[in-house]
């Protein structure tokens, strides 16, 4: 009798791609300990069906590699998902209906929190005011969170942490300090905040405990789940963060697997910066500790701002001011020794960079870290990569580093990159086209809750480069649907160092699974968008099945 192979569950009559070398679609999966045992045809895997073996048909419809966001805010995305929502808004009127109605369902005196305006899409071409958010919810106190780096604050808000209009600008020349708008006339905080500044208002705001961050993780990896992320590289934590994670972990409820990076210079807050040398030395580990499903893995630095406020270091002005190149939130001067110290401390690093400069700054700073001190088990990457020079896309194809690009940013913050440095510049904004035919490891990202976490929206987005008002940015750079899905699966798997377990459905990987109502790769960018998670599995177990 020929030996039949044991498995654990069964997968046949499906459209498999498995993202392997050779590109292959197969048409069942057979799993065993949590992982890829075979991949095939379904009458060559339905002979090896033991009795008792589960079985399953799956009638045809499209499985995809589990996917992976390998920069991407799950604690503070799981946060958000309770917040008001304002993405979508566009005017002013409509965030001030938000606030309202939520203020009619919350005890007074109770905090109000929202995100996701911006002014580049709001009628009035303006951020809201203390004095409009105080018309819709005078008994709370609100806070509005801009898409990035800026916020507004209502009088209650202002009231609660104690800032007047007495209390001083920040110390003019303060590195990165950032500040708060004041009415030209009276001198009063109009309720605009940025930078570290906002950590006036911020700080006021009771902190969740850990048992309640556990919680919201909870929910926030059940909402993952659902559009079919199984990955997800979580940047810039702190100690109570981590413990979440190991918590929800250890209650046997995380469901997405995260690789967790410290967070460090430009990220952590200001008065912690001066520890930070003194709490990553102290760690008695270094970078890939942990397990499958929850990891330290590295280090996150942000060494510049944003394109939208203006704030991204470029080597060019922005558009109408000859002055402003941006700014640097780690001295530049110091910023190659401290990527040298965390590499040879065996951690990989991730690198907010926008600008060019920035870009070009973290690039060379690899480059000089992996010459010196050779480690191929480190990637550093450098994350939103928006405008790169030629002299940095030469040397990450060199050097092999990742460029995490922020895909759903060209739907959702295009309109933004072109107010800043017209379109012109804009359009060339996130070159992914660039980067594959120079050999350049991609990986898509969302950065949530910046941007939406849903990977066919940014993989749509990669697609199309159309912003939200339709504007086009350079077709030149639009990567096709595979190109785009692999960004989210075996992408992310390189950029984070897990490209033998995860990435492809192949025979030996972590079986981590995606179930979609439609072929990503036979539709047009408007359906990808709408592409619907229909079950997804993790290391071989179901972890969500649309009702």
């Not at 966001?69 to 001030?96: F, G, K, M, P």
């Not at 922005?318 to 001295?331: M, S």
């Amino acid at each position: 009798m020929a030996w039949i192979p044991r498995f654990d569950r069964i997968l046949l009559n499906a459209r498999v791609y498995t993202l392997d070398a050779a590109g292959r679609v197969a048409e069942a999966v057979a799993i065993r300990d949590g992982r890829i045992a075979a991949v095939g045809r379904t009458s060559e895997l339905r002979e090896w069906a033991e009795a008792g073996t589960p079985v399953e048909d799956l009638g045809g419809a499209v499985v995809l590699p589990g996917l992976i966001d390998a920069h991407n805010h799950l604690l503070s995305t799981s946060l958000v998902l309770h917040e008001v929502q304002l993405y979508d808004c566009r005017s002013i009127q409509e965030i001030v209906d938000r606030v309202r109605e939520r203020a009619a369902q919350t005890p007074p005196g109770q905090w109000i929190v929202g995100r996701g305006w911006d002014e580049a899409l709001l009628l009035e071409r303006r951020h809201p005011t203390r004095w409009e958010l105080d018309r819709a919810a005078p008994d709370h106190p609100v806070v509005v969170h801009r898409v990035w780096n800026k916020l507004v604050a209502n009088s209650a808000a202002l009231a609660a942490a104690g800032v007047t209009r007495a209390t001083p600008d920040p110390p003019a020349g303060a590195r990165y300090a950032g500040g708060f708008e004041r009415d030209p006339e009276t001198g009063e905080p109009t309720g605009l905040f940025w930078d570290r500044a906002k950590r006036l208002v911020l700080d006021a705001i009771p902190e969740p405990s850990e048992a309640q961050l556990a919680d919201a993780l909870r929910h926030g990896c059940r909402a993952y789940n659902a559009v079919g992320l199984v990955g997800v590289a979580e940047p810039g934590l702190a100690e109570r963060e981590i413990r979440a994670y190991q918590r929800l972990r250890d209650d046997g409820l995380l469901t997405v697997r995260a690789d967790l990076l410290l967070g460090a210079w430009g990220y952590a807050p200001a008065e912690r910066e001066p520890e930070l040398r003194r709490w990553i030395a102290g760690i008695p580990v270094y970078g890939g500790f942990g397990d499958d499903l929850l990891r330290l893995a590295g280090v996150k630095f942000l060494l510049d701002g944003g394109v939208g406020d203006r704030t991204a270091r470029f080597d060019e002005p922005y558009l109408d001011e000859p002055e402003n190149f941006g700014q640097w939130v780690v001295d530049p001067e110091e910023y190659p020794s401290l990527v040298r110290w965390v590499h040879e401390l065996g951690w990989s690093i991730d690198t907010h960079t926008c600008g060019t400069a920035a870009q070009d700054l973290a690039v060379r700073a690899y480059a000089a870290a992996q010459s010196a001190a050779p480690n191929p088990r480190l990637r550093h990457r450098v994350h939103h990569a928006y405008f790169p020079s030629q002299q940095a896309v030469r040397l990450m194809a060199a050097h092999r580093i990742p460029a995490l690009v922020s895909t759903p940013f060209l739907l959702h913050l295009g309109d933004s990159f072109i107010a800043s440095l017209g379109l012109e510049r804009a359009a060339r904004a996130m070159p992914m086209a660039t980067y594959l035919a120079a050999g350049v490891p991609l990986a898509s990202t969302s950065d949530s809750p910046i941007a939406d976490f849903n990977p066919f929206v940014g993989m749509a987005a990669a697609v199309s480069r159309r912003t939200v008002l339709g504007r086009e940015l350079d077709p030149g750079e639009r990567i096709s649907p595979e190109a785009a899905l692999r960004s989210y699966t075996l992408g992310g798997a390189v950029a984070l160092g897990h490209e033998a377990t995860r990435g492809s459905i192949e025979p030996g990987k972590l079986a981590d699974l995606v179930v979609v109502d439609r072929d990503p790769l036979a539709v047009d960018e408007a359906a990808l968008k709408e592409t619907r998670v229909l079950r997804t599995m993790l290391g071989g177990a179901w972890v969500y099945e649309a009702s």
